[in-house]
């Protein structure tokens, strides 16, 4: 809850920066903004009637402004960061500024390494079918939220996806939380594999004593989280199969504990079961873009080994006789080198993969790191598959041009802004 009525967000482009940005003007408050460049989040905005600057600039932050977010990208020498502390303004990071919003409210959070937004979206599309006037936030725009991706509703009930980078998620205090799995992820920030799970343990522990973990047992690494919890329910024993429209058996999963939190809330569950099984996807999940010569292009948001293997996984089997093609951006230079080699075994289910880059992030601006896209191609290269390196997006969109054939089906994937790519060739 916050008792301010004047918000300034640093760095609203962002997912989760602009779903909060939205909330908060949805509930009263005036929100202005700043990003680095003209994103299409930050055009979208622009489109919805908030003020948004762009560069960032001290004199951004409006006269009246009592609380700066910042996005956890920001550092301390953004210009407005430091203009709010000369100030004296209240100074938030997005899972902060989440966390005080949410206080008071009843918290379905949905964490995990892979799988949060696709949960989280499921959850959001059984509860709307089902009457269930939730609230919620989710890391993509969805189709049933009007291409948005945070709702205010009436319900007592708010959907959460909850990030574990830089233990984010501990600024919230669930009363059911969902883990859809976990294994080593953002080792830049944790030191190993325990202290990563050390991360979720600490957050089931933040269930009040009626609060309920919901889990597969049958997922690898979990032993020690779901014994943290007081209340465990084993989506893993759910003998429901749906008629997903989305492909392959991770979202079969994530369907699953979206379906226990549907009964959870002891809400109408064949009606929750048809809106699951009316869920076309999100924004970057496997997205449809459009055509090119007859050629299918999607954009995915893939960017960790097991994430890569499912969405491949789902394209196959979608696609069981067409020539696959990855155009794939490794996102972090820490990720690629720690990674190479599950990196490279990740692309069994594509016929060829095309490296324009890795998308280095801002911390990374100045690293020693020297990992290439062409250290990607031949580490995937090793594996079987074939692989090239396009050395940028141009050279990279000219390829395309010159070599999709009708029916070649491209998934254009990745963290960074590779999405730039389809666009591109698209025209859109």
């Given at each position: 809850m916050?008792?301010?009525?004047?918000?300034?967000?640093?760095?609203?482009?962002?997912i989760?920066?602009?779903?909060?940005?939205?909330?908060?003007?949805?509930?009263?408050?005036?929100v202005?903004?700043?990003?680095?460049?003209?994103?299409?989040?930050?055009?979208?905005?622009r489109?919805?009637?908030?003020a948004?600057s762009t560069?960032q600039?001290?004199e951004?932050?409006p006269?009246?402004c009592?609380?700066?977010?910042?996005t956890?990208a920001?550092?301390?020498?953004?210009?407005?960061?430091?203009?709010a502390t000369?100030?004296?303004?209240?100074?938030l990071?997005?899972?902060q500024?989440?966390?005080?919003?949410l206080?008071?409210?009843k918290?379905?959070?949905?964490a995990?390494t892979?799988?949060k937004?696709?949960?989280?979206?499921l959850i959001?599309?059984?509860?709307l079918?089902?009457?269930e006037?939730i609230s919620?936030l989710?890391?993509t725009?969805?189709k049933l939220?009007?291409?948005?991706?945070?709702?205010?509703?009436?319900?007592?009930?708010?959907?959460?996806?909850?990030c574990?980078?830089?233990?984010a998620?501990l600024?919230?205090n669930?009363?059911?939380?969902?883990?859809t799995?976990a294994e080593p992820?953002?080792?830049?920030?944790?030191?190993?594999w325990a202290?990563?799970?050390s991360a979720?343990?600490?957050?089931v522990?933040k269930l009040?004593?009626?609060?309920?973990?919901?889990?597969?047992?049958?997922?690898?690494n979990?032993e020690?989280?779901?014994?943290?919890?007081?209340?465990?329910f084993?989506?893993?024993?759910?003998?429901?199969h749906f008629a997903?429209?989305?492909?392959?058996?991770?979202?079969?999963?994530?369907?699953k504990?979206?379906?226990v939190?549907?009964e959870?809330l002891?809400?109408?569950s064949?009606?929750?079961?048809?809106g699951?099984?009316?869920?076309?996807?999100?924004e970057?999940?496997?997205?449809?873009?459009?055509?090119f010569?007859?050629a299918?292009?999607?954009?995915d948001?893939?960017?960790?080994p097991?994430?890569?293997?499912?969405t491949l996984?789902?394209?196959r089997?979608?696609?069981?006789?067409?020539k696959i093609?990855?155009?794939?951006q490794?996102h972090?230079?820490?990720?690629?080198?720690k990674?190479l080699v599950?990196?490279?075994?990740?692309?069994?289910?594509?016929d060829l993969?095309?490296?324009?880059?890795?998308?280095a992030v801002?911390?990374?601006?100045?690293?020693?790191?020297?990992?290439s896209?062409q250290?990607l191609?031949?580490e995937?290269?090793?594996?079987g598959?074939?692989?090239?390196?396009?050395e940028?997006?141009?050279k990279t969109?000219?390829?395309?041009?010159?070599n999709l054939?009708?029916?070649?089906?491209v998934?254009?994937?990745g963290?960074?802004?590779?999405f730039?790519?389809s666009?591109e060739?698209l025209?859109?």
């Open positions: 916050f008792f301010e009525d004047n918000f300034h967000f640093v760095g609203i482009g962002g989760g920066m602009s779903g909060l940005a939205r909330l908060l003007r949805d509930s009263g408050k005036n202005s903004g700043s990003d680095a460049e003209a994103s299409p989040i930050v055009t979208k905005l489109s919805e009637g908030f948004i560069p600039a001290a951004n932050i006269a009246d009592e609380v700066v977010v910042h956890l920001a550092n301390l020498s953004n210009p407005e960061i430091v203009e000369k100030r004296g303004l209240k100074i990071s997005y899972p500024a989440l966390g005080q919003f206080a008071g409210k918290v379905i959070a949905v995990g892979h799988g937004t696709t949960t989280t979206s959001i599309a059984g509860c079918a089902a009457g006037d919620c989710v890391g725009n969805l939220l009007d291409h948005q991706n945070a709702r205010l509703g009436n319900s007592d009930w708010f959907v959460i996806e909850a574990e980078y830089r233990r998620f600024n919230f669930p009363q059911i939380l969902v883990v799995n992820d953002h080792l830049d920030y944790y030191k190993n202290d990563y799970e979720f343990v600490e957050f522990g009040p004593s009626d609060g309920v973990l919901v889990a597969n047992s049958h997922e690898q979990l020690k989280i779901i014994a943290a919890a007081s209340h465990f084993d989506a893993g024993d759910v003998l429901e997903l429209k989305i492909p392959g058996e991770m979202n079969r999963r994530n369907a504990l979206a379906f939190v549907g959870l002891a809400i109408d064949a009606k929750f079961q048809t699951l099984e009316n869920f076309e996807g999100g970057r999940r496997f997205e449809l873009r459009g055509e010569r007859g299918q292009i999607f954009d948001y893939a960017h960790h097991t994430e890569i293997i499912a996984e789902a394209a089997e979608r696609f069981p006789t067409q093609i990855v155009v794939y490794q972090q230079l820490d990720r690629a080198q990674m599950e990196i490279g075994l990740s692309f069994l289910d594509a993969v095309v490296i324009p880059n890795i998308y801002r911390d990374e601006a100045n690293s020693a790191n020297k990992i896209g250290d191609v031949d995937i290269t090793k594996s598959v074939k692989a090239i390196f396009t940028d997006f141009a969109v000219d390829w395309l041009k010159a054939q009708k029916d070649d089906v998934i254009v994937m963290a960074g802004d590779v730039k790519i666009r060739l025209g859109n």
